[in-house]
Nanobody, 118 residues
Framework: QVQVVESGGGLVQAGGSLRLSCAAS????????MAWYRQVPGKERERVAD???????VYADSVKGRFTISRGNAKNTVYLQLNSLKPEDTAVYYC????????????WGPGTQVTVSS
């Protein structure tokens, strides 16, 4: 059974940085797509960044130039470097691994809270 676990969230002041980590285990399969999403109460979950196995990345306009997604050397690991954080970046950040034929993420982690104080 595939398990996805995030870590690295916390409380930081505006302008600060955090690094989120994610690892998907329980499978010999290497996921082509791994991504980070975030959600605040009352709003839909939004995709923050996505990275393919070939290194291709996609970012939400709101985080371009501030966040960087990268894959680790270990299989099915991904990181998200969050720089120049703003209060509006406050959310629960979720890691997603794999996508189905509808391009919908298959496996999700429980999420890690990022809180940015002004």
């Amino acid at each position: 059974q595939v398990q996805v676990v995030e870590s690295g969230g916390g409380l930081v002041q505006a302008g600060g940085s955090l690094r989120l980590s994610c690892a998907a285990s329980g499978t010999s399969h290497s996921f082509n797509s791994m991504a980070w999403y975030r959600q605040v109460p009352g709003k839909e979950r939004e995709r923050v960044a996505d990275i393919k196995a070939d290194g291709t990345t996609v970012y939400a306009d709101s985080v371009k130039g501030r966040f960087t997604i990268s894959r680790g050397n270990a299989k099915n690991t991904v990181y998200l470097q969050l720089n120049s954080l703003k209060p509006e970046d406050t959310a629960v950040y979720y890691c997603a691994a794999g996508r189905d034929y509808r391009n919908i993420p298959i496996y999700w982690g429980p999420g890690t809270q990022v809180t940015v104080s002004s």
